[in-house]
């Protein structure tokens, strides 16, 4: 029988599902940002980070309105977030360097924003929507 790691566990396990950042995670349809991402990637060099990570910083940058400092950092500590990139279990060191992001973010701002308005006003209510009930 194999222990659960208190510190280091299935992020599902300690997730509430219904928390519009899973339900987001869970509903975007990430291939097709693999897919338009993978243009931008080079097969030569030093290995890439996942594309789904470095969209979702920069999706979750935008939605929480966080500088790229602020988005690693807060992905470092926020299980929330490391889902949403599609880690399933807790990481304990930064995704990635801060200036990363802007480098992606030079060439994709239009591929992120492109994501569905529907998505993201329904994450919107959401969020707005688990803040009224606090």
């Known amino acids: 029988m194999v222990e659960k790691n208190l ?3 299935s992020l599902m396990d300690m997730l509430d599902s219904n928390d519009p950042l899973v339900v ?4 975007l349809d990430w291939s097709k940002y693999e897919n338009e991402f993978a243009k931008l990637y080079s097969k030569n060099g030093r290995p890439a980070k996942p594309i789904r990570l470095m ?3 920069l ?3 935008q939605l929480e309105n966080l500088s790229d400092e602020n988005v ?3 992905w470092k500590r926020n299980p929330y977030f490391q889902y949403f990139c ?3 279990d807790f990481q304990t060191a930064l995704p990635c360097h801060s200036t ?3 480098t992606l973010e030079i060439e994709s701002v239009k591929m992120v924003l492109n994501i569905s ?3 993201v006003l329904s994450f919107m209510m959401m969020k707005q929507s688990m803040k009224s009930k606090l």
Do not use: N
């Open 24 to 27: 987001l995670a869970d509903t």
């Open 100 to 102: 990363d992001l802007f």
């Open 59 to 61: 999706l979750l940058k």
């Open 55 to 57: 969209v979702g910083l």
């Open 7 to 9: 510190f280091y566990g």
């Open 117 to 119: 308005s529907k998505q």
């Open 86 to 88: 599609g880690y399933s």
């Open 72 to 74: 690693v950092l807060q």
